[in-house]
């Protein structure tokens, strides 16, 4: 198949409704937009011939449409209208909420995450009615509004209406290509837990000739922080690995035999190394397999120009731990707890921010799987990877476990899209390819025995 095939006005109409969503700032920090974007959601379904409707929740509401075939196989999508910030606003070459076309590719946050995954999905069901009529399978479409925060309300959702989104598989929100363009699919994710550390050692900033004999809150979090893990990353949390299910042969070969880019990553990311110095098979198991504690941002003192001799009185840490089958995140949650007490940390206040998201893979052997890379194989022309997880989080348990359903991701990104940062972007090569992939699935998935 070719991408040359993508009728234009279904391309057209695509990059049209990309722009309406872009347009729509719907950051789920800050709780901008979401109910606009739902509304647009929602239109956007009902043009396609879903029936819709706007399910609330204790957070954003979600968006869910269907289109049911009594008796077919069916297909759930899961996507979500929320993005993240803009910050920083400067660091952009265009607006970030103004789609922006240049050098062949779109500009704007969510273009690639998730808004320009969610219309090459319609395009290529779109694309299969021209080609082949009214598809003998049910659709059924998930769009929430708070994935970028944890989706904290999804788990609850998809329990409740775990009837109502019964399915045969599940096509997760995003895929990509390589660095070496070559197609990738997933059928798995970590878990998440983010918190923050946070201490106060006195009621003001002090001068910093009190350092003798004061502590300083900066210096005494840093050393908690530290604590976590060792110089290699390997965690150091009493009991963290508690839980873990280790990954199956079947998924380990899959990993060994992945195409290796850490030099490729190294160099793209300007890095002078790896943790460990590992390296070949060994960092890719690491990178899949391993789960960790992150530090995303560090908050004390003075930051300005020049000098500020002063002790911080107030210090903030922001972590993210990324967790692997089976961890849970709670439980890990008490560990972090019970290491920081027993280390003499006790006045370190731990606060869970908004995510926590258990970690769940799909059979990599399951036929849906197989035909998501048949599909990729025969619109790139050269065999695609197929990784167990993807080192990201996402709200993926309660499908994999929950409704036992099998995931794989087939999408339009990039390495470079740069999602989450400024200048996001989609690719127009990667969005007609990917939604080339996703329509080659849709005929694949008819003849696919689950």
Not at 261 to 270: D, I, K, M, P, V
Not at 375 to 396: F, K
Not at 421 to 442: I, K, Q, S, W, Y
Request: charged share 25%; proline share 7%; with cysteine.
């Amino acid at each position: 198949m070719t991408t040359d095939a993508l009728l234009e006005p279904i391309r057209a109409q695509a990059l049209e409704r990309l722009q309406r969503l872009v347009a729509v700032p719907s950051v789920a920090a800050d709780g901008r937009g979401i109910e606009e974007a739902a509304e647009l959601v929602a239109a956007i379904l009902r043009e396609d011939g879903f029936s819709v409707e706007r399910h609330p929740t204790a957070g954003a509401p979600v968006v869910y449409g269907e289109r049911l075939v009594p008796g077919a196989p069916t297909l759930l999508l899961y996507h979500h209208y929320d993005v993240q910030p803009e910050d920083p606003l400067e660091a952009w070459h265009s607006p970030p909420f103004e789609l922006t076309e240049r050098d062949g590719a779109l500009y704007g946050r969510g273009a690639a995450d998730d808004k320009g995954e969610l219309v090459s999905r319609l395009a290529a069901l779109q694309w299969y009615r021209q080609r082949h009529g009214q598809p003998p399978f049910s659709v059924k479409v998930l769009v929430e509004g708070e994935e970028e925060i944890g989706s904290p309300n999804l788990a609850a959702y998809v329990h409740e209406n775990a009837e109502r989104l019964a399915a045969d598989v599940a096509l997760w929100e995003f895929g990509a290509v390589d660095g070496e363009g070559r197609p990738m699919t997933y059928c798995g994710m970590k878990g998440i837990l983010t918190v923050e550390l946070a201490l106060t050692t006195a009621n003001r900033d002090l001068h910093s000739g009190y350092g003798v004999v004061v502590d300083d809150a900066a210096y005494r979090l840093a050393a908690a922080v530290a604590s976590l893990r060792d110089a290699d990353g390997t965690v150091a949390i009493e009991g963290f690995r508690d839980g873990i299910v280790p990954p199956s042969v079947a998924e380990l070969a899959l990993v060994d035999a992945l195409p290796d880019e850490a030099e490729a990553l190294r160099e793209a990311f300007g890095l002078r190394g790896f943790l460990g110095g590992v390296e070949g098979a060994a960092w890719r198991r690491r990178l899949f397999f391993e789960p960790t504690v992150n530090v995303n941002g560090f908050h004390a003192g003075y930051g300005g120009e020049g000098a500020k001799t002063v002790l911080p009185a107030e210090a903030l840490a922001k972590l993210d731990v990324r967790l692997v089958p089976d961890q849970d995140p709670w439980a890990v949650l008490d560990r972090l707890r019970e290491h920081l007490d027993r280390h003499g940390f006790d006045d370190v206040e731990v606060r869970v921010l908004q995510h926590a998201e258990r970690a769940a893979r799909s059979d990599v052997n399951h036929p849906y799987v197989r035909a998501a890379l048949a599909a990729l194989r025969d619109v790139y022309g050269v065999e695609p990877t197929l990784h167990p997880n993807s080192p990201g989080s996402g709200p993926i348990h309660p499908f994999v476990v929950g409704l036992g359903l099998p995931v794989v991701g087939l999408g339009c990104g990039y390495p470079g899209s740069a999602i989450h940062a400024p200048n996001e972007h989609l690719r127009l090569v990667d969005f007609e390819r990917g939604t080339a992939a996703v329509m080659r699935f849709l005929e694949l998935l008819v003849d696919t025995d689950g």
